[in-house]
């Protein structure tokens, strides 16, 4: 709306009906700045005019920091450490559940485990193709038997896989007992429906969801 016509004057008639006295432009436009004065909260040193001549006002918005700590909290991991996990003893087969007897369908179940993952593993299977299968296959509960080693005392241990580590493997024989066996310096075997495959444990050093991930190189000769 046109400010000239706001501070127009009234017609007579319409000021007669209202009952009010038409003031002079001077005067309304005095009252005008004084009713906004008393009604309007600001702060002292404003200018009046400056405010009325505006026709609207920008307001800065001030986006609200996150807290970096709390972020980093709900990111941590709430299971076990290592070091919980020891005191707990959450590895330790207790001795009661060491037989052999009692893993025996684990080792069953590997079996069928790793002939599905080789198609089959039939006799017309490919020996190179079977190789790469096994090197990124889990062992738990396979049949291993120390063939070579760098200690003797190793040298024929046969038991089944109950746990596999980084640098060790954990097996239960036909007498019931827990063997741990290093990985680095011993050669295992794994017989499965007649095809044996050897295992060089120094080149077997990761744990098993870590080689399933693994490239592995071809090599002419493997030192023990």
Known sequence: MDEAVVRARLPL????DVGVESQSSFKAEAFTRAFLKNSIKQSTGDDLKGMLSHKAVVLGYCKP?????????????????????RVLKVFQIKAEHQRYELF????????????????????????????????KAD??????????????????????????FKHIFKIITKEDKMKVIPKRGSVFSVEI????????????EQRASE????KFKMRGSIDL
């Open 13 to 16: 008639e319409l000021a007669k």
């Open 65 to 85: 920091k996150k807290d970096k700590q709390s972020k980093r909290n709900r990111k941590r991991a709430t299971g076990l450490d290592a070091r919980q996990k």
């Open 104 to 135: 025996l369908p684990l080792h069953e179940l590997w079996r069928q485990y790793i002939i599905d993952l080789c198609c089959g593993l039939k006799s017309t299977c490919n020996p190179q193709f079977v190789q790469q299968k096994l090197l």
């Open 139 to 164: 062992f738990h509960g396979a049949i291993i038997t120390v063939v070579r080693s760098k200690c003797p005392s190793y040298v024929g241990m046969t038991g089944i896989l109950v746990q596999e």
């Open 193 to 204: 429906n007649g095809f044996v495959s050897h295992i060089y444990g120094s080149r077997f």
């Open 211 to 214: 080689r399933s991930a693994k």
